[in-house]
């Protein structure tokens, strides 16, 4: 777990993660990337643990409620960022929701915050999280923004240990995860499958139905301009994107996901 015992001696994953923070240390500190997840708090602690200078950042997106209650309730320190526009709005203005092929969310949304530039962010990806996070290195560039570089403390780690810190330190966690949930993220996420689309709708119905609501102005919208359309009304488009046909490579309406 987080102290290994290895042919060349003890290794302590907690003590290499707090020098790794202090080795890259910058003189105008940290940009921390924090978000109320599992990864994000255990960094966050420790950032602080290693006396580095740092300041905490939230970029507010489609989170659920519950994650916002935790973060306003046990991290009073961390500073939020808003889109300019609403997912809503974003819907309306693209004249569909969000897919993986056109995700305009994450630029909107998660990635509009001007603070960060030129700064060493700090975050709490880690390689077990996914195939496509295998490859990470500890330190890189940011590929859209080359003022800007990334460091990922804990990326050896993996979810047990990350669990373990937790416990073992006593933290505030979410109280999704006592759900069973095992990742926090945007509620309707494009990147989730049809299963995980429906399982969000289920748990916040509410959400569910604005975003049924946003699909009927976005198809009035594409309505009054001459758009074809393989849709009957904004109900059918929403249909269409949580059924996993949205993901498909060959969509012939790909090219014409944006319009203002």
């Known amino acids: 777990m987080l102290i290994e015992n290895t042919l060349f001696g003890v290794r302590d994953k907690v003590q290499i993660a707090i020098e790794r923070l202090k080795q890259f240390e910058p003189e105008e500190g940290y940009y921390v990337a924090f978000s109320g997840g599992k990864d994000s708090i255990v960094v966050k602690d420790l950032v602080t643990k290693s006396g580095v200078k740092a300041e905490f950042h939230f970029n507010r997106s489609m989170e659920p409620p519950e994650v916002i209650y935790y973060i306003r309730e046990h991290h009073k320190d961390v500073i939020w960022h808003y889109p300019k526009l609403t997912m809503w709005q974003l819907i309306v203005k693209n004249g569909m929701p969000p897919t993986r092929i056109a995700r305009y969310c994450c630029r909107e949304m998660k990635e509009n915050d001007e603070t960060a530039k030129g700064r060493l962010v700090v975050t709490g990806v880690r390689r077990e999280e996914s195939t496509q996070r295998k490859g990470r290195k500890m330190v890189e560039q940011c ?3 080359n ?37 926090l993220g945007c509620i309707m996420c494009p990147m ?11 748990r916040w119905p509410k959400i569910a139905e604005q975003y049924k609501r946003s699909c009927e102005k976005a198809y009035q919208k594409r309505l009054a301009s001459g758009k074809i359309m393989r849709w009957k009304n904004g109900l059918e488009m929403y249909n269409w994107w949580i059924s996993g046909k949205a993901a498909e490579k060959d969509d012939p309406d790909q090219q014409v996901f944006f319009f203002d």
Not at 156 to 181: A, M, P, R, T
Not at 192 to 198: D, E, L, R
């Open 147 to 183: 003022s800007k570089r990334f460091l990922h403390p804990i990326i050896d780690w993996s979810e047990d240990e990350v669990w373990q810190y937790i416990h073992d330190n006593k933290l505030q966690y979410c109280s999704i995860y006592d759900e069973g949930q095992t990742r």
């Open 143 to 145: 590929r859209n923004d």
């Open 192 to 202: 989730k499958n049809h299963a995980g689309m429906i399982a969000d709708a289920k």
